[in-house]
């Protein structure tokens, strides 16, 4: 079964912090994606990978930084954590084409205070 | 323009009763895949269905159907006889062929089973 793993489940950050968010799959999948999930917004994208040090804008980028120097590891970066970015992040990962289903981790809870 | 409307916010049904959850999805590609997730309270989105254009046969597993037209541009899910455990959050989605492995999001449809 594929797995995917968030480094935390509940992460309470201060306005202005540099926060990382991890994310590790262990299915040797080529495409991994960050989103966010706010009541009645559905689940937005960030961004995206394709490839290690590969990366492509979602639909909401601003404010957000990713990095991808190994395959399984695609980490989130809030340069300057604000408020407004105070949500719930998932992390997912697939192969190949875009016939292939997401797989999910569990989320982190990220308050900015 | 959202791609993928799912107009039903919250939906609340009596344990045993039927319930179908609403997909429109907006596209101009020809080959395209139709998703249905389920995001149980404790938060992890799980695969439920993935179909392709090509395929408009509708797919029956166990108490869990689903009926794509693509006259309508409508992949709706259907929930029979439902039980205290259906209750989560349903997530349609589109990908493209020609669009790379992005998917678009529903903004989902909250499901509450009473029993």
């Known amino acids: 079964d594929v797995k995917v793993t968030q480094s935390s489940r509940y992460l309470v950050k201060r306005t202005g912090e540099k926060v990382f968010l991890e994310c590790v799959q262990d299915?040797?999948?080529?495409?991994m994606f960050w989103y966010r999930q706010d009541p009645g917004l559905g689940l937005r994208l960030i961004y995206f990978?394709?490839?290690?040090?590969?990366?492509e804008k979602g639909d909401i980028p601003e404010g957000y930084s990713v990095s991808r120097e190994k395959k399984e590891r695609f980490s989130l970066i809030l340069e300057s954590a604000s408020t407004n970015q105070t949500s719930m992040y998932l992390c997912?990962?697939?192969?190949?084409?875009?016939?292939?289903?997401?797989?999910f981790g569990p989320g982190t809870r990220l308050t900015v205070l | 323009a959202q791609k993928v409307t799912q107009a039903q916010t919250e939906i609340s049904v009596v344990e045993k009763e039927d319930v179908t959850l609403d997909c429109v999805y907006e596209?101009?590609?020809?080959?395209?895949?139709l998703f249905w997730y389920k995001q149980p309270p404790s938060g992890e989105l799980v695969f439920l269905i993935r179909r392709n254009s090509f395929d408009e046969q509708n797919e029956i597993s166990g108490r869990y159907s689903w009926n794509f037209q693509k006259s309508t541009s409508s992949f709706n899910f259907t929930i029979t006889a439902s039980q205290v455990v259906d209750s989560a959050v349903y997530f349609c989605a589109l990908s493209e062929a020609n669009t790379g492995n992005q998917f678009y999001f529903g903004t989902g449809t909250s499901l509450t089973v009473i029993p």
């Open positions: 997912a990962s697939s192969s190949g084409s875009s016939y292939n289903e997401q797989f």
């Open positions: 299915m040797d999948h080529e495409n």
């Open positions: 596209t101009r590609d020809t080959t395209y895949y």
């Open positions: 990978s394709y490839d290690v040090k590969m990366k």
